[in-house]
């Protein structure tokens, strides 16, 4: 099952590099709702640190990895799970009439699929490479860890701008719950959400602190922002840079 596992992957990562052109012009973000306690998220997991490591040449994906906490009651607090995450999912269940579960995949904020379905995966990143965001997102690091962020979008529309700040690299071995015995690899994790404003009369601009807490990895880190229609509505745009020390 494994070695099938693997061969699924890589022919997931094979049939990307072989996308249109117009494919990579514009962002995707990929979100996975995950939990280090539920035995069906380890292969959703390993799907995101494939997609980390081995996104072709020019596709603009913006990657979030989210730990849910509803599963640490039984037998493994997982150390990046936060109650955010577990109402981000929420959120996209009132809009997108699903059911909570993990391995959840939303993909753009309209998107979703049980997170370790390689076939799901590719065809829905193909419709949503054929998909142009509305919003226009730039970023640009300045002097010290301050990030300048510019959104522009239509003046009809009033999305809502959040800031991530994700880890790859990471890898617990677990002692207890479902996965007990395993150790699971992670990539995307994300660290901080929080929600920075609106776009008003079509633009927004703010320089923000991104401060980076002493147990973070900095040459792992990446930041990532997205404009939202709304909690739990479409992904308007997005844009992802490494993190600058």
Known sequence: MKKVFHVLIGCLVFGLCFFPRAWAQTPV???LFTS????SC??????????SQKTPPGVDLVLLGEHVDYWNHDGWTDRFSSSQFSQRQSDYEKHLHAEVYTPQMVIDGHLQFVGNDVAALKRNLQLASGQPKIAQVSLQWEAGDRLKI??????????????AVTEDGLTTAIAGGENSGRTL???AVVRE????????????????????NSGWNAANLK?????QDSDGGPILGAASLHYQP
């Open 185 to 187: 690899r992670h990539a």
């Open 223 to 227: 930041v990532a922002v997205v404009v």
């Open 36 to 39: 280090e306690g539920c035995s």
């Open 42 to 51: 380890p292969p959703a997991d390993a799907l995101l640190v494939q997609l």
């Open 29 to 31: 973000v990929v979100e």
């Open 193 to 212: 959400l929080r929600e920075l404003g609106s776009v008003k009369d079509g633009s927004f601009e703010q320089t923000v602190e991104v401060s980076r």
């Open 150 to 163: 510019e959104v522009q979008a239509p003046a009809t529309t009033h999305p809502h701008v959040f800031l």
